[in-house]
């Protein structure tokens, strides 16, 4: 028993003896020695019968302090109150409430610059974009029976992918169970990249969008009717454990992830289909997009003639991707052309740095994605998810995170297959032309 309630009881009992003293709640030690003292005992009943109120007090006040000391919690427990009081603190600064009383309220006692500024540091975003992630997903969400609200849920993954946390620190941090957490992790992730992708993640082919992305490509690099720059990064995994080509070319886990992006640095395509250790030009050519360029499907109609070349839009990349007629890559990696095409092969890079940034942006900004600590099978919509917040980001012209870089790549131009001959051919013819063409203006002026 507590001692402090056995303290409070004895005082108790010196008090009830100085207020009544015709009853003895404790019996003398002299008592059990004669008859006499025996005989004038008091029995339990004889303190309901007393003429004092004193008793019934007595035990009025005694059963209050015993249920109190009943309820404390025990001081012999392992932590100590400062440490679970903390730990309450904690769990509370997450808790649903929590989080509704900065949503709802404190949210808009701020002037807009803080309010979005917390709001970042929180969640990878600002408010506006926030909600509208949370209006598009509400009522996808409310179909799962989630026992949570929407937006505290949507809240909860924001956070995990902005800070890369895994599953167990942000259930520690909730308190709620990693299980739970890697549920409703992969429950918005999936419904990122499947209900936002076809809103966010868009191939330009509207005239309009056409125009719009190459003038700004060519206000950038001089080079007409360029719609998109594409590259490769590998993406970082958190599990060791996994067949050899996983090791990507920096010498870790990974899996592949090819982008096409246009000058304000939004993807128009994105696909993560192999292991970290394939090729840039095999995972393109596993690609839909490759396949959909190939086949036809995609027809760009904005034509241009370049030195009596038809030239459609087409999209640059770097020597690791094969030179196709709707896709150019420099002459030479080591600046050993000529001049006209050393001046076309500067030029395309610069045109080819937008996805370089996007991708740095992209990994700056939802740093989830620089150790992806998900389940395998969840890995490709992820990412895909990363990339479809990243557009969002951009549209909305959020600020931009400090950059994540990758190492410089390396690596032998891809042979070409038998089928991409005639696409090769063409390409070398177009890719001279345009070399030639920007030589003659510039050098003209």
Request: aromatic share 8%; proline share 7%.
């Amino acid at each position: 028993m507590d001692q402090s309630f056995l303290l409070m009881l004895s005082n108790l009992l010196h008090l009830h003896n100085s207020i009544d003293p015709t009853t003895s709640l404790i019996s003398s030690p002299t008592s059990t020695t004669t008859a006499s003292s025996a005989s004038t005992s008091t029995s339990p009943t004889s303190l309901l019968t007393s003429s004092s109120a004193a008793p019934l007090l007595f035990f009025t006040i005694a059963s209050v302090l015993s249920y109190i000391a009943s309820s404390r919690p025990s001081s012999s427990s392992p932590s100590t109150p400062a440490a679970s009081s903390s730990a309450a603190a904690a769990a509370s600064d997450y808790s649903v409430s929590a989080f509704r009383a900065l949503s709802t309220e404190h949210i808009w006692s701020l002037e807009a610059p803080l309010r979005d500024a917390q709001w970042r540091s929180l969640y990878g975003l600002s408010y506006p974009v926030f909600t509208t992630v949370v209006d598009k997903l509400k009522p996808h969400i409310a179909l799962s029976n989630l026992s949570l609200p929407s937006d505290y849920a949507v809240a909860m993954v924001l956070s995990r992918l902005a800070h890369g946390f895994s599953a167990k620190s942000l259930a520690a941090r909730y308190s709620l169970e990693p299980y739970l957490i890697s549920k409703i992790t992969n429950m918005v992730t999936r419904l990122l990249a499947t209900k936002l992708y076809p809103e966010f993640i868009k191939i330009p082919v509207s005239r309009r969008r056409l125009i719009e992305t190459t003038q700004a490509f060519e206000e950038l690099t001089s080079l007409p009717n360029m719609c998109g720059a594409i590259d490769g990064s590998p993406i970082r995994l958190h599990k060791q454990n996994l067949p050899g080509n996983y090791k990507c070319r920096y010498g870790y886990n990974a899996v592949q992830l090819e982008v096409v992006a246009d000058h304000k640095k939004i993807f128009w395509d994105v696909c993560v289909k192999a292991p970290g250790g394939t090729e840039d030009a095999t995972h393109f050519r596993e690609s839909l997009l490759y396949n959909r360029l190939t086949s036809g499907d995609i027809v760009w109609d904005k034509v241009i003639n370049v030195r009596g070349h038809p030239v459609r839009p087409y999209i640059v990349g770097d020597w690791c991707y094969p030179l196709l007629s709707f896709l150019l890559t420099p002459f030479s990696p080591n600046g050993m052309g000529t001049p006209a095409q050393n001046l076309f092969d500067g030029m395309l890079m610069k045109g080819r740095s937008v996805v370089v940034e996007a991708i740095g942006l992209l990994k700056g900004r939802w740093k989830i994605l620089q150790d992806l600590n998900v389940g395998l099978n969840h890995v490709p919509q992820t990412i895909v998810a990363c990339c479809v917040l990243h557009n969002l980001c951009q549209i909305a012209r959020e600020p931009e995170p400090e950059l994540w870089k990758d190492p410089e790549e390396n690596g032998m131009p891809p042979r070409v297959h038998d089928s991409e001959k005639s696409l090769y051919y063409f390409g070398e013819s177009l890719r001279q032309a345009l070399a030639d063409d920007l030589h003659q203006r510039l050098s003209s002026r």
